[in-house]
């Protein structure tokens, strides 16, 4: 079927990746079936009526080669992989609480690429020669899927046993809490708002994997009168984690992830571009200073990320994702080279019937619209997933 076959010359897709999305008592789509309980659904790719499109023999053949499945989680599930609070937009969330409550997207071409590169960067020790091997970004027009892919991405890490730091929310980091000097670094400021959470989510993900790293830098905390020690691991001092400490912590934090070697490192960042502009804070130790103009490199966490170009991980990369909510203009003086981009496209016409097939299936659609109704949605919506969605809740 074509639904096994995957993109030209891609062989390492070939050799195993579809099986590695498969989570241990999960439901998930497979081969254009949806799996639950033993309960097998119409295959997705022929569940409508047989073609009336325009679609032009080499666009036919472009489709045949990517491997249209859908993965579904639920929200235990993606909890536990994720994160409980995780960022998402009102959109998907929407869609997520209306069709079956679960969470299921479909899995689409940059999701492999981006897997694909992660796995020979991991085959190749994650040695680097040259700047295409640090880090990959996810962009596209607003509405396509870039977080949805991302979000693909950091569950398939997770599932093949890497350490997984996923900022879901770049923007939630430059604009909450309150903010202290740092004494380490006389030019950041602490942000003990945002680092204490974050560091208690980041350790429940990941206990059992933190107890394996042990810590390889020197320092001091004195707040939690923390001395590092070969002996003791990331799980030693995540553990020890206190509010008035956090964003000490945090920063030995980042660290020590820069040195880690036990396990393959992804850092996943969604919004990347908001690390790019200037902060919603004004400096307040600069009576000059006007509000918003306090930038980003002096506020501690995303000061630790905004970097990708040159990041320390001995063992890991960095995949990011842009965001349409803030503008893209410093992007390419940032990141000129196009080879970190991985483009993410407007929804193919086949791959619209595959998502109204897919809210057929799941109940969501009570009666299949014709073809030519299809093809006229996918043309008002631009080919946009999101737009794709708000015109079928208003056809349902």
């Known amino acids: ?228 020690s070969p002996e003791f691991t990331l799980y030693d001092l995540l553990s020890k984690n206190h509010f008035d400490s956090s964003s000490e912590i945090f920063y030995h934090f980042k660290r020590e992830l820069n040195a880690v070697t036990e396990f393959p490192v992804l850092v996943a960042i969604d919004g990347y571009n908001y690390f790019l502009r200037a902060s919603d804070y004004g400096d307040m130790f600069d009576p000059s200073s006007q509000f918003r103009t306090l930038p980003v490199d002096r506020l501690l966490i995303p000061s630790q990320f905004k970097d990708i170009k040159n990041h320390s991980l001995t063992n890991g990369v960095v995949v990011a994702c842009t965001s349409d909510e803030v503008q893209k203009e410093m992007i390419p003086y940032e990141i000129p080279e196009k080879g970190h981009f991985i483009s993410v496209e407007r929804f193919s016409l086949y791959e619209c019937r595959l998502f109204i097939s897919y809210l057929l299936e799941s109940g969501f659609l009570t009666k299949s619209p014709p073809q030519e109704s299809i093809q006229y949605l996918w043309q008002m919506a631009s080919g946009n997933p999101r737009e794709l969605w708000k015109l079928l809740r208003i056809y349902n």
């Open 1 to 228: 079927m074509f639904l096994n076959r995957l993109f030209k010359n891609n062989i390492s897709i070939q050799n195993g990746l579809m099986k590695s999305f498969q989570y241990s008592n999960s439901r998930y789509i497979t081969n254009g079936y949806l799996y639950s309980n033993n309960h097998k659904h119409r295959n997705f790719s022929t569940s409508t009526t047989p073609e009336q499109t325009t679609t032009t023999t080499e666009q036919r053949k472009k489709e045949l080669n990517i491997p249209y499945q859908f993965l579904t989680l639920t929200k235990e599930q993606w909890d536990s992989s994720l994160g409980k609070n995780t960022v998402i937009s009102k959109s998907l969330a929407d869609q997520f609480t209306l069709v079956n409550k679960d969470r299921t997207t479909l899995l689409r071409k940059p999701t492999f690429e981006c897997i694909d590169w992660l796995q020979s960067q991991k085959e190749r020790s994650f040695v680097k020669e040259s700047p295409l091997d640090y880090f990959r970004i996810l962009d596209g027009s607003k509405g396509t899927g870039k977080s949805v892919a991302l979000s693909q991405v950091v569950f398939w890490a997770t599932q093949q046993n890497w350490l997984v730091l996923y900022i879901s929310s770049a923007n939630h980091f430059i604009n909450n809490g309150s903010l202290t000097k740092f004494e380490q670094q006389p030019l950041l400021f602490q942000q003990n708002d945002m680092a204490y959470p974050f560091l208690n989510d980041f350790l429940s993900l990941n206990q059992d994997k933190l107890k394996e790293i042990s810590l390889k830098t020197k320092f001091k905390i004195k707040g939690i009168k923390f001395e590092s």
